[in-house]
């Protein structure tokens, strides 16, 4: 993804590029009644296209932080929960399975017979 967002950002810096050598000419630009600015259209270009790409690039960057913080607390809550539950379920196993059978005493063991008892 790093790499196409390199291609485009050459393609649109060799546009740029192109755009201002053959546009290289004064412009005035009315901003009121008495004030007139004269810049090159190159600059009044650059100057336009970061007017409105810095608001939507801050507000990306404010939701993309916050996005990072919320899902970082879920998270952790989810590891806190899972870590909290983890030694009940172990209690529930051992109190479910019954205990190991003794030997009685009225059974005794088979013993193995001897070459006289055949």
Same mark, same amino acid.
Request: charged share 20%; no cysteine.
């Given at each position: %993804?790093? $790499? ?12 740029? *590029?192109?755009?201002? $050598?053959?546009? @290289? ?6 901003? @009121?009644?008495? *004030? ?17 790409? *810095?608001? $939507?690039? *801050? ?5 993309? @932080?916050? %996005? ?9 809550? %989810? ?40």
């Amino acid at each position: %993804m790093h $790499i196409i967002r390199t291609i485009v950002w050459v393609v649109l810096a060799v546009a740029l *590029l192109v755009f201002s $050598i053959n546009n @290289w000419r004064p412009v005035e630009v009315k901003i @009121w009644e008495d *004030l007139v600015l004269e810049t090159k259209i190159p600059a009044l270009v650059i100057v336009s296209f970061l007017a409105g790409l *810095l608001p $939507i690039w *801050l507000l990306h960057t404010g939701t993309r @932080w916050r %996005m990072t913080r919320r899902i970082s607390s879920l998270e952790t809550a %989810m590891r806190n929960a899972v870590a909290a539950s983890a030694p009940r379920e172990a209690e529930d196993i051992v109190s479910t399975v019954p205990p190991p059978a003794t030997p009685t005493a009225a059974a005794p063991l088979p013993q193995p017979q001897t070459d006289e008892e055949k």
